[in-house]
């Protein structure tokens, strides 16, 4: 198995977001690897909202540090010594492995088979089958 040094694990508060993050920490403690913790605001889902309610993307800003901040604090009591979050805003399908990913130097992401968004999925595809098309590292994708 190949010595990772920078894991990325997409996060966004789904069953499969958490097992593959509990699958991150448990590569990151073997390879005494990097963790970095995304959670990317999908910000096309505001577009009409917005128009309707102006604090949609502060309380999704919200959730998404809270979420990432509990992430933290359990990868560090796993003994995840150097963890870093990273909440952004935009596609994930295009965040997480072209920009994220570059800028980290990851050389595995980690993500759930699915996510949250259902409908998107049915439509376009899901954002794991993006990443995987679209890394130029390893991707592990977690089932449940």
Same mark, same amino acid.
């Given at each position: 198995?190949s %010595? /990772?040094? +920078?894991?990325?694990?997409?996060?966004?508060?789904s069953?499969?977001? %958490?097992?593959?993050?509990t699958n991150?920490?448990?590569?990151a403690?073997d $390879?005494?690897?990097?963790l970095?913790?995304v959670?990317?605001? &999908?910000?096309r889902?505001?577009a009409? #909202?917005?128009? /309707?309610d102006?604090t949609i993307?502060?309380?999704a800003? +919200?959730?998404?540090?809270?979420?990432? &901040?509990?992430?933290?604090?359990e990868? +560090?009591?796993a003994?995840?010594?150097?963890?870093t979050?990273?909440i !952004?805003f @935009?596609?994930? %399908? *295009?965040k #997480?492995?072209?920009?994220?990913?570059? %800028? /980290?130097?990851?050389d =595995?992401?980690?993500?759930?088979?699915? @996510? =949250? $968004?259902?409908?998107e999925?049915?439509l #376009?595809?899901? *954002?794991?089958?993006? #990443?995987?098309?679209?890394?130029?590292? !390893? *991707? =592990?994708?977690?089932?449940?």
């Amino acid at each position: 198995m190949s %010595k /990772y040094h +920078n894991i990325l694990v997409a996060v966004d508060g789904s069953d499969e977001a %958490k097992r593959a993050f509990t699958n991150a920490v448990n590569i990151a403690k073997d $390879n005494h690897a990097h963790l970095i913790i995304v959670h990317i605001i &999908d910000t096309r889902t505001f577009a009409t #909202i917005e128009q /309707y309610d102006r604090t949609i993307v502060s309380r999704a800003e +919200n959730y998404g540090q809270e979420l990432l &901040d509990d992430y933290q604090a359990e990868a +560090n009591q796993a003994g995840v010594d150097n963890v870093t979050t990273v909440i !952004d805003f @935009g596609s994930p %399908k *295009v965040k #997480i492995p072209k920009d994220i990913a570059q %800028k /980290y130097e990851v050389d =595995l992401i980690v993500s759930g088979a699915t @996510g =949250l $968004n259902a409908v998107e999925r049915m439509l #376009i595809g899901s *954002v794991s089958e993006s #990443i995987t098309r679209h890394s130029k590292c !390893d *991707v =592990l994708i977690v089932r449940s």
